[in-house]
């Protein structure tokens, strides 16, 4: 069974910082292309970032410069580093594994991916 447990959510003042963690289990973490995701009140869930198995990112073009996504095979985690944050940032935050193992692309189609965490909250206050 595939578990993605997202850690690290929190409240913070608009330029602080913040660290997420997802920690996976129940696949071959290192097959597999890693999302972040994010959804806030009445809007739709919307792609961040994406890390391939070999390292390769992609952002958002609003995150880009402040989030640093990246992962760490052996401990089965991935991670997103948030800097400078903007209320607008404020969502809950979902990690996902894309559906493919062994892809070689990252993509930001929310369809792509079907292991999904149960989400933490980031709160950005003004």
């Known amino acids: 069974q595939v578990q993605l447990v997202e850690s690290g959510g929190g409240l913070v003042q608009a330029g602080g910082s913040l660290r997420l963690s997802c920690a996976a289990s129940g696949l071959t973490f290192g097959n597999y292309p890693m999302g972040w995701f994010r959804q806030a009140p009445g809007k739709e869930r919307e792609f961040v970032a994406a890390?391939?198995?070999?390292?390769?990112?992609r952002y958002l073009d609003s995150v880009k410069g402040r989030f640093t996504i990246s992962r760490d095979n052996d401990k089965n985690t991935v991670y997103l580093q948030m800097n400078s944050l903007k209320p607008e940032d404020a969502a809950v935050y979902y990690c996902a594994a894309d559906r493919r193992p062994y892809a070689i692309d990252i993509r930001a189609d929310i369809r792509g991916y079907n292991y999904w965490g149960q989400g933490t909250q980031v709160t950005v206050s003004s």
């Open positions: 890390i391939s198995r070999g390292g390769i990112t």
